[in-house]
């Protein structure tokens, strides 16, 4: 099998990427691990920068994001006894959306098998071979137990952190960063309307708490945890017990309902650099990955991907490999720009654990930085324009040419 662009891995990023090279006229093969149910499944991300929005929307994908979503102008901080709000398009002209990524993904699955894009689910075995020559290859066993080869021009390995294109990369030319936070989130969706109208960031002594939603009916929250903790410690009355002490405010409560899901994950900045390696380039989480806290980790997949699509386009259209050579020192900018903010929000917010010498000091440097973040203006633009994602829109320059 030939196309001229080989995708491993069907998340947002792979999906978007075949979509967006489709409207040049350019054929990709997908191949992913697991079966479109599960990946359809999957409750992640669900904040989307305005420049995600607009990539989207561009791309002919906003109809029911735009009918079913929600734009929010602005998030809630809050620690004890105050919650402030920061009004995004007052602060910086811009806002965000509210859209969950089960659903994002959904509509790329539906549009893109619509055009009949070839997907290989359930594969097994994958492996990028000669990704630094002219022929690499993508080698798999597919669905029902035969071996297959696609041949392609290039590679783009979206295959999340765990997948297996990152790995193609030598080590001996591969740099790695990275942060383990000393906490974990436990996460819970609930059948329950929001309590409040936009994301709330709350700090608080027994941890931070995030109110966050899905849709009118649905909310997901939570919780600063252990990172040794195991949800088996967590009956769903300890949890929203544990969320309305953390939101506690004078004159607004916490409505409860029914646990649909919860889990706890680790929190963890990585970047790997570069982004690329002869043929092979590689987008979203397969090179790094930001904790939640700055809503980043699906924009920067939308992100690379539309960076990744015209440096393809330009390649395959008019034979320059020009964007192909600056995509990963590009892209990277950005990706250090969403960590670093993702680092700063958590840093802010996570408080110290309770054997940290320092943990005594280091609350108190959390709350004057709070009240600092939400009493002065300079310093809500800061966060507006980095939530917002407007602070790369400079560097996204490169993309209005
Ligand atoms: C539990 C959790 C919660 C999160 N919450 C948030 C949040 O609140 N806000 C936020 O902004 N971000 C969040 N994120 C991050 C966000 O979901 C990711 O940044 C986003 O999914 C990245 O998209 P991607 O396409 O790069 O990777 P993925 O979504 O991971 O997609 C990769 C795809 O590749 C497939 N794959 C893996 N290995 C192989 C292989 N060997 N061969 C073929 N296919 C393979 C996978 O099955 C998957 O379908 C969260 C992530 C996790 C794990």
């Known amino acids: 099998m030939r196309t ?15 979509h967006l090279l489709a409207q040049q006229g350019i054929e990709s093969v997908m191949v992913e691990d697991r079966s479109r149910e599960y990946v359809e499944a999957r409750v992640r991300a669900g904040v989307l920068e305005h420049g995600a929005v607009k990539t989207l929307t561009d791309a002919g994908l906003g109809e029911r994001l735009h009918r079913e979503g929600s734009r929010h102008d602005g998030i809630y901080l809050q620690f004890p006894g105050e919650r402030h709000r920061l ?74 952190f765990h997948g297996v294109s990152r790995a193609t990369i030598p080590e001996s030319i591969r740099t790695v960063r990275e942060r383990h936070y000393p906490f974990a989130w436990l996460g819970i969706l609930a059948q329950v309307a929001p309590s409040t109208d936009e ?65 706890i994950t680790p929190m963890r900045s990585y970047v790997s650099a570069p982004m690329r390696w ?29 960076r990744l699509a015209e440096a393809m386009g330009h390649a395959v259209l008019h034979g320059s490999d020009d964007l192909l050579n600056r995509y990963s020192d590009d892209a990277l900018q950005r990706v250090w720009q969403s960590t670093y903010f993702s680092w700063w929000m958590t840093s802010m917010l996570h408080t110290p654990a309770a054997n940290d010498p320092d943990a005594d000091f280091l609350r108190q440097m959390q709350i004057t930085q709070l009240r600092y973040v939400t009493g002065s203006r300079a310093a809500m633009e800061t966060v507006a324009e980095n939530y917002t994602g407007k602070s790369m829109d400079g560097i996204e320059g490169l993309l209005a040419r």
């Open 278 to 306: 002869g043929r092979l380039f590689l987008a979203g989480d397969a090179s790094h990955i930001v904790p939640p806290t700055g809503a980043k980790g699906l924009n920067l997949a939308i992100a690379d991907v539309r």
């Open 199 to 263: 994301l709330i960031y709350a700090w608080h002594p027994d941890g931070f708490a995030l109110h966050s939603m899905r849709s009118d009916t649905v909310s997901r929250l939570y919780l600063q945890v252990e990172l040794d903790d195991d949800i088996a410690n967590w009956s769903d009355d300890r949890i929203w017990d544990n969320l309305a002490t953390r939101f506690a405010l004078d004159g607004w409560s916490l409505e409860s309902g029914p646990t649909l899901e919860k889990g």
């Open 4 to 18: 001229q662009v080989g995708i491993v891995g069907s998340g947002p990023a792979g999906l978007l990427l075949s």
């Open 87 to 160: 009004d995004f398009p007052d602060l910086c002209g811009e806002s965000v959306w509210v859209y969950g990524q089960t659903e994002l993904t959904r509509d790329l699955f539906v549009s893109r098998l619509a055009h009949g894009q070839q997907i290989y689910f359930e594969a097994s075995d994958v492996h990028i071979v000669d990704a630094d020559s002219d022929q690499p290859r993508i080698t798999f066993i597919d669905s029902d137990g035969h071996a297959q080869v696609i041949e392609c021009d290039y590679v783009a390995g979206c295959d999340g």
